[in-house]
Every structure is written in C-alpha cells, then in structure tokens.
C-alpha cells in the first residue's frame, strides 16, 4: 500500500526501475517505460526489445484513457508463396529466422509513450534516463530469476518437445548458454553486452536509433543470411496506431481494454456475460462461480476465433459483440448443470504485464511480449535483439482471416485491462498466459469488485485454466490442487475434463494489478507469487 505511487511487475528489479522515476517526481507513463525496459533485459524469457506492447493510459488531467497500439506487421517480403518456397505448406515454423516474420513495435511504443507523457502529463524526464537501468542491468549483469533457469531448461535438449532444441539456434545459444552449453543456474549473473549498447543507443537518439539505422541493418542482415525475410525498409516504415479503448459496463465499473487484433475483446465479452449472474452471492470457491467463468470462457473465445484478426483487412463488429443483448443471450444459453464442448486449435503462450499510478492519478496499464517463451529464439548477433515469433499466429490457408499477408497485423493474445468507476481508475490489472489472460483477468476483477479482497489475496488465489496456455491444445480444466476438492468433484460430475495441477502452478499466468480505493486514494499493489514479481510504492 502506497498514498502517492505505485508500481507493479513480474520482476523486483523491474518495479524498483519504475519506482525509482515515480520518486524523482515522474508520471506514470515515464516510470512504465523505465519498468518495461528494465524487464526487456532480465526477464528475457518473457518479453524483450524484439517484441511488442500494448497499453492503456489514463490521462487524470483530461480524464481520459487511451490506447496505443505498439505491434508490428509481417514485413513486405513475407508471403504465403515464400514460406511454401521455403518448404513450408502448412504453418509457419514457430522457432528460426521465418518465425520473425513481424516488425518489433515494443520500443516504438515506449518513445510513443513517452512523447505523450511530454505533450499531455508534463514528463520532463530525458529519455535516455528512462533507459538508464536496463542499460546497466544488461552491461553490468542482473541475476537469473528461477523463471528463466526453468524456462531455458524446458527450452533445450532431447525432451524439450516440438517447440525446443533451442540450442541449435547459434545466435541462443550464445547468449542465454554458458559456453561450455549449460544453463544458467538462478542467482548467476547474467551478462548482455550487445543489448547494453542497444539499449544506450535508443536512449540517446531514441526510436531512430532502433528503426533506422545500424542496429536495424545488422538484424536484418542475420535474418537474410539466414534465409529470414524481413527488411530495414519494414523496420523504417514501421508506427505504432494511437486509438480509442474498446469497454464494456461491468456492474458499477466501465472495463476497458485494447481493440483488435487483440483478444481484449474476448476479455471484455467474458465481463459481458459474468454481469448476468449473483458472483458476489456465489462467492469464489464455490462449483457455480467456476462452472460459469468457464462456460462463459468458451462461448467468448468462440467469438474470438470466428471474428478478430487484423481489423484492418477484416472488419470486426466490436460494438454487436459487446452489446448488452450479445451478452444476455450468451448468458441464457449457460446451462448451470452441464459443461458444454468446444474445439480449439494452438496458441501463443509467454508475456508480462506492469501498471504504474503517479501523485496525480496518472495511470498505465502496458503489457509487453515476444509470443512463445524466448520468442523465435533468434538473436542477431552484436544486437542482443531477440526476435518475438508472434507471427506465427498467422495461418497459412489463404482462406483464413488471420491468413498471412505483408502488411497485415497477427491476431494478438496480449490485452491489458483497466477497471474506471465515475470517470477514474480503480482497478489497474493484467496477466500473462496466452488463453489464460481473459480467465485470469476475469479472476482478479471480480475478486476485487464483486468480492472485495485484498488485491494482494485475490491474485494468491486459487486459479483455474481452461484450454490452452503454453501453445498445445486442449479442453481440459486445470485446477489447482488448493481448489477445493468438493468443487472439483461438482465440476467433473458437470462434465469438464478436470485435472489438478500444482497449488502454485505457472501455467495460470502472472497477473499483477494495483487497486485504488476510491474512498481515500490509496494505492494497493498486488504480485503474482507465481512468478518472481513485486510491488512497490511510496
């Protein structure tokens, strides 16, 4: 709890970067890009300067939020014929140089930020200070989290799956393997010279230096003599999209979230049917709390699949989907006493997500990623720039709406949320996890507005995951094993394939969210403990 700032994200070290700005009297805009750059070089698992980000701002001076949508599009060169050339007919590789087939947006999106918060919230703070200490985490080293030692031993050898073998990848193995090929232990330090000059670049010539320019010649560079194909006329041509959030009434509380080609959507449609029954009567562990955000999950992610994909090329009709009718009917068509089925395909699977609040009510919801855990695995060499594989969301069947195109967007699981009650923030909230998002996100809500816990209590929760998460499909309902075992029993006898997993499992995602009470303006900051993150304030 804090009465002025506050900030939280899955890393210490990242929250403490925010901090840090929000003490020097930055605004909450100032301090996530400070956070989200700090977490693009020691959480490099999850997210990195080669991804993209999304974000909602508040602006408390104009009583406003907005969206910026910092995600990149499939480079000029990149065709469905190119990848059937290259021996590809049926998907896009989710790993090697044709997985990066999209234009890193995220640190388009911090100058972006960063050039509002200068024009709108009178940031004053260089941007190269904002940068400072992800520079000196990726020159001077930071410690290996638990996270990322679990993460890189999943990632490699012989059982590492369909998705692994990250070792083969020279441009991997160089920079998250000691050379003798072993992993880091957790608590080692973790050096990335080439990501320090980078990062120090940006910060004095700011977007340019990433987009134009030396850096964005040697990534292309690696990616060609390597059969990739992105160019530096898509990295120069590349600009993040400002616009309007899309919202839902939920209760008391207009919920907003980031349009299409994100899932936020999903998110929102989620809220649109949960507002059509007794949650706070209920109660959180009982059969018919889970029963229902489960059902409710599947007829938004059906939704989902059938309608979001770049809107640009496919237009998405937004305002039906998040009607009050769409919901009450979607509601209606819930039968409490049996689960009903659904087909589904694979997914992304890795992101973080941080908000920030200032003195004045500033606030920012920013979740930033690079797709599946380590992205496409590919590091261009000199850059440290790790390249995301989001593009791999595109399909390659012409007749699909997220076919792949040059210049279209991929459909994106990432969705950061905000919570306003009266026109100002209440609940500033977000989680990683691929389908797991839109679950988890309807966790913490209701848990914090129906239920009224502790923000900090209601992440700690027992969670649950329908469907998919780390990129493989199923219908199954994880449980976690603290999940009462009567309601486990009721939701078997309902008909949900019901397995119980670890009481702390990562696979539920890690949300954080930071609750502010509207009756005296404290700051109540919640970490997932799931994860390795904090949250700080002052």
Request: charge should be neutral; proline fraction near 7%.
């Amino acid at each position: 709890m804090a009465p002025r700032g506050l900030v939280t994200a899955p890393h210490g070290l990242a929250a403490t970067s925010g901090l840090k700005i929000l003490q020097e009297g930055g605004n909450a805009v100032e301090a996530a890009i400070a956070a989200a750059a700090t977490i693009a070089v020691v959480y490099p698992h999850m997210n990195a300067i080669g991804g993209d980000n999304f974000w909602l701002i508040y602006d408390a001076g104009a009583r406003r939020a907005r969206a910026l949508m910092a995600c990149g599009a499939a480079g000029a060169r990149c065709t469905i014929e190119a990848y059937r050339a290259a021996g590809h007919s049926r998907e896009i590789p989710r790993r090697g140089p044709l997985a990066a087939n999209t234009v890193p947006g995220a640190v388009d999106g911090w100058w972006e930020a960063y050039e509002y918060s200068r024009r709108s919230l009178d940031g004053r703070r260089p941007f190269e200070a904002l940068l400072a200490d992800a520079v000196h985490y990726a020159e001077s080293g930071c410690p290996v989290t638990p996270g990322q030692e679990a993460w890189t031993r999943a990632g490699i050898g012989p059982d590492s799956g369909p998705f692994g073998h990250l070792e083969t990848l020279e441009g991997f193995r160089r920079t998250f393997l000691r050379p003798d090929g072993s992993v880091y232990p957790a608590g080692a330090r973790f050096v990335m010279p080439g990501l320090g000059r980078t990062l120090a670049a940006i910060g004095r010539d700011g977007r340019d230096a990433f987009y134009r320019g030396p850096i964005a010649a040697q990534v292309c560079a690696y990616l060609e003599a390597r059969g990739g194909l992105l160019t530096e006329g898509d990295f120069a041509g590349h600009r993040s999209r400002w616009t309007d959030p899309i919202s839902v009434r939920y209760r008391d509380w207009t919920v907003c979230n980031t349009p299409p080609p994100t899932q936020g959507l999903t998110s929102l449609q989620l809220l649109n049917i949960l507002a059509h029954y007794p949650v706070a009567r209920w109660g959180d562990q009982s059969p018919d709390y889970y029963h229902v955000m489960v059902e409710a999950a599947k007829q938004a992610f059906a939704d989902r699949d059938a309608w979001i994909a770049d809107p640009d090329v496919h237009p998405v009709p937004v305002e039906e989907l998040l009607s009050e009718r769409r919901g009450r009917t979607q509601a209606a068509a819930i039968d409490l006493a049996r689960a009903q089925p659904r087909t589904i395909g694979a997914v992304g699977r890795d992101t973080i997500w941080l908000g920030t609040v200032d003195a004045a009510g500033n606030a920012v919801s920013l979740i930033q990623s690079i797709a599946f855990d380590f992205g496409s695995a590919v590091v261009a060499e000199g850059t440290g720039v790790l390249l995301q594989n989001r593009g791999a969301a595109f399909s390659l069947d012409p007749a699909h709406r997220n076919a792949l195109a040059p210049g279209k967007r991929p459909f994106h699981t990432l969705n950061p949320a905000m919570a306003l009650r009266d026109g100002r923030p209440e609940l500033i909230y977000g989680a990683m996890g691929g389908e797991g998002q839109p679950q988890t996100q309807a966790a913490v809500l209701t848990r914090v507005l129906d239920l009224g816990m502790d923000v900090q209590a209601a992440i700690a929760a027992p969670r649950w995951l329908y469907g998919r998460h780390w990129g493989l499909p199923t219908t199954t309902l994880s449980l976690e094993a603290r999940v009462p075992q009567p309601v486990a029993e009721e939701l078997a006898r309902r008909g949900h394939d019901v397995r119980i997993v670890g009481a702390w499992d990562d696979r539920m995602g890690h949300a954080q969210a930071i609750w502010i009470d509207p009756r005296n303006g404290m700051r109540h900051g919640g970490a997932d403990p799931r994860g390795d993150g904090l949250a700080a304030g002052y």
